[in-house]
């Protein structure tokens, strides 16, 4: 054997050696992305499941199938509170306990008694005891200031802006189911009231749930798109005990746009107090002042 032959096979087992550690890391690679895919279908799978399971009860709610729903909701919640027990994922924890609140938000809302003439103050006993599971799971999943939204960037032409965004996006939703109004009239201490109550009891909280803590969730785990979607059809069915479904597609739609403007600016208090105005004209100014207007 001379020593051109040693040479060539010097360099055929050299690159037989390195055709197997290709083959290897290929295989590991090959195996890795597998094991990725499986924990995607499961994601999407522990996920659909309470969305559809909500979904459901809030449609027997749309129908006036009342007593079902509320057995949905109390089997979801349950579930969701005891589903960290068979799965170790903590990503589906944190939109297990996300997606838990919305049922919660129903069960405290249909349990709640009338304690006064008017219904303003409801407001306050149902999200007020709510704030206490919000501020638990905010604090629980460790999420960060600017994930959650709390910043004053911009502050300024955000609360400026939220008063003209708030009338237009309550205009539409006045057409769409013309509500009654909340305050006997358009006096300054009503209308303080009335915007206390729906910006610091009902935007805050409900801006926390499904943007800050829901979107915020569904985002990391699938991306924005689906996080908007996903989080806006939540907010359209939340509604659905105005009993139309024109109701539940306008406020759909309006949950997409404070969504998009949430992920742009990552501002909760520009969404909360925007979703507090909204509230403000269509429970208390524009039923006044559009009442005097022939055709309305």
Known sequence: MTSGDTGLITKTLGELHSLKIWKTARSEGSEETDQEKLEAKKLRFFTAVPVLSITLAELLIFSGRMGAAVWIHIGTTIALSLSNIFIKDPEVHKIHQALMLLPVLRLINLSM???????LYTFVFIYGPLAIPVAVIVLHQRDSLE???ITLKHIIPYMLLSVPLGLILGLGEYLTIRTGYLIP??????????TVVMVFFVGLVEEVIFRSILQTRLENAFGVWAALIISSLMFGLMHSGYGT??????????????GLAFYKTKSLPFIAVLH???NVFLFGILPHQLSLWPGF
């Open 147 to 149: 994930q959650i939204g």
């Open 113 to 119: 008694p009338i304690f006064y003439d008017t219904t």
């Open 276 to 278: 507090g105005f909204v």
């Open 185 to 194: 009239d358009l006096t300054f201490i009503n209308l303080l009231k009335l």
């Open 245 to 258: 479904i024109q109701e539940i597609l306008y406020t759909g739609f309006v949950g997409f746009i404070m």
